[in-house]
């Protein structure tokens, strides 16, 4: 069973990065596609990002194309999101997710998450 645990958010200004990682534990860690999602208060979670086992397969939210970058390091069991000229409406709880099987874009295919780390965005 890998557990995920998610670092690196924080208050930044509109315009400024931050750098997500995602440390996993417990498991093979490139047995599992990973995931980023965000929540946002009295919104659903939404898809972020995906990377497969690989690497070789990334998929972005349209929302997020060209800000933000996902990448994975076998060697170090950790995923990042690096996420640049960010927008008040990217302020949210962003979570990591891992699955057995494929990249995905819906968070019910995902059956490991994190327990988030809360992004805020200042105008």
């Known amino acids: 069973q890998v557990q995920l645990v998610e670092s690196g958010g924080g208050l930044v200004q509109a315009g400024g990065s931050l750098l997500l990682s995602c440390a996993a534990s417990g498991g093979t860690f490139s047995s599992y596609a990973m995931g980023w999602f965000r929540q946002a208060p009295g919104k659903e979670r939404e898809f972020v990002a995906t990377i497969s086992r690989s690497g070789k397969w990334i998929y972005y939210a349209d929302s997020v194309k060209g800000r933000f970058t996902v990448s994975g390091d076998n060697y170090k069991n950790k995923v990042y999101l690096q996420m640049n000229s960010l927008k008040p409406e990217d302020a949210a709880v962003y979570y990591c997710?891992?699955?057995?099987?494929?990249?995905?874009?819906?968070?019910?295919?995902?059956?490991?998450w994190g327990q988030g780390t809360q992004v805020t965005v200042s105008s």
């Open positions: 997710a891992a699955n057995d099987l494929i990249t995905s874009r819906r968070a019910s295919d995902y059956d490991h």
